[in-house]
């Protein structure tokens, strides 16, 4: 019922920023939560930041908290992820992740809708 289709990822040097952007398609006239997610080499996915129905921000990861920044453009049913000042610990696949509910899930199994991931890497 939703279509997600992540844009922006590449290579950034450590302390440069980048801004992902996520295209929601579909059904898009009932209300949903959506979000970022990422899985760094070798490590377990974690959730990012997510926007409920209402525009309400959730932080699941406190070391993005000050440097990540999420938004959202209703007309143009586009979520951002803006990442400033960038470390190697921040290379990873980011995803866009969605589900039809006001709220935003406690852990990434939560998401029901994903976009198949851009990879953002960060190395001088």
């Known amino acids: 019922q939703l279509q997600l289709v992540e844009s922006g990822g590449g290579l950034v040097q450590p302390g440069g920023s980048l801004r992902l952007s996520c295209a929601a398609s579909?059904?898009?006239?009932?209300?949903?939560?959506i979000g970022w997610f990422r899985q760094a080499p070798g490590k377990e996915r974690e959730g990012v930041q997510c926007?409920?129905?209402?525009?309400?921000?959730?932080y699941y990861t406190d070391s993005t908290k000050g440097r990540f920044t999420i938004s959202r453009d209703n007309a143009k049913n586009t979520v951002y992820l803006q990442i400033d000042s960038v470390n190697p610990e921040d290379t990873a696949v980011y995803y866009c992740?969605?589900?039809?509910?006001?709220?935003?899930?406690?852990?990434?199994?939560?998401?029901?809708?994903w976009g198949k991931g851009t990879l953002v890497t960060v190395s001088s």
């Open positions: 992740a969605a589900r039809y509910n006001t709220r935003c899930p406690d852990v990434w199994t939560g998401m029901e809708y």
């Open positions: 926007l409920n129905s209402r525009g309400r921000v959730t």
């Open positions: 579909g059904f898009t006239s009932t209300y949903y939560a």
